[in-house]
Antibody, heavy 124, light 106 residues
Framework: EVQLVESGGGLVNPGGSLRLSCSTS????????INWVRQAPGKGLEWVSS????????YYADSVKGRFTVSRDYTKNSVSLQMNSLRAEDTAVYYC?????????????????WGRGTLVVVSS | SSELTQDPALSVALGQTVRITCQGD??????ANWYQQKPGQAPSLVIY???KRPSGIPDRFSGSSSGNTASLTITGAQAEDEADYYC??????????FGGGTKVTV
């Protein structure tokens, strides 16, 4: 059974740091991109970051570029999101999601499994 | 532009049909996928690619696309279909995109 479980959320002061983890199981970890998607209270989904199965391709939303860093640990089958210089607008539930990449014409990409999310609150 | 636009809210009578649309330039080159999110839950995939449904998704959910617009249609809406629906795609820079979401009331 495919599972993704986020952890590491909590309350942090503006300007502070937090490290989120996404622990995975039930699939070949290195074969899939993992994405972070967040949702501010009462708002829609916002894509945050993506890391390829090999870690060779990493992307960030403009809103977090330069402040967030994503990485993979192949010994633990987990993905981390290091969040620095946190702002009030980073307050959200953070989800990790597995992405299927199917190289067809046109190419097919979609998020097939999601974790339940972890809440990050940035407030003094 | 790298944006996906959805209507904020739609309502549908029980058993009737509702179409949710998603517009964006990226949809000319990439498929739209659709996710359902109920209160307090994570999003879940309902339609991906060219009208494909994951296992367990009822066939009353269908997808279509034309030009820069993708659509999710619920034919014979049920009470349990009341939820927020999000479209998703990519842009040419490999940024993943989400629409703003459509709240469907049954």
């Amino acid at each position: 059974e495919v599972q993704l479980v986020e952890s590491g959320g909590g309350l942090v002061n503006p300007g502070g740091s937090l490290r989120l983890s996404c622990s995975t199981s039930g699939f070949t970890f290195s074969h899939y991109d993992i994405n972070w998607v967040r949702q501010a209270p009462g708002k829609g989904l916002e894509w945050v970051s993506s890391i390829s199965g090999s870690s060779n391709y990493i992307y960030y939303a403009d809103s977090v570029k330069g402040r967030f860093t994503v990485s993979r640990d192949y010994t633990k089958n987990s993905v981390s999101l290091q969040m620095n210089s946190l702002r009030a607008e980073d307050t959200a539930v953070y989800y990790c999601a597995r992405e299927v990449d199917y190289y067809d014409i046109p190419p097919l990409y979609y998020f097939d499994y999601w974790g339940r999310g972890t809440l990050v609150v940035v407030s003094s | 532009s790298s944006e996906l636009t959805q209507d904020p809210a739609l309502s549908v009578a029980l058993g009737q049909t509702v179409r949710i649309t998603c517009q964006g330039d990226s949809l000319r080159n990439f498929y739209a996928n659709w996710y359902q999110q109920k209160p307090g839950q994570a999003p879940s995939l309902v339609i991906y690619g060219k009208n494909k449904r994951p296992s367990g998704i009822p066939d009353r959910f269908s997808g279509s696309s034309s030009g820069n617009t993708a659509s999710l249609t619920i034919t014979g809406a049920q009470a349990e279909d009341e939820a927020d629906y999000y479209c998703n795609s990519r842009d040419s820079s490999s940024n993943r995109l989400f629409g703003g979401g459509t709240k469907v009331t049954v």
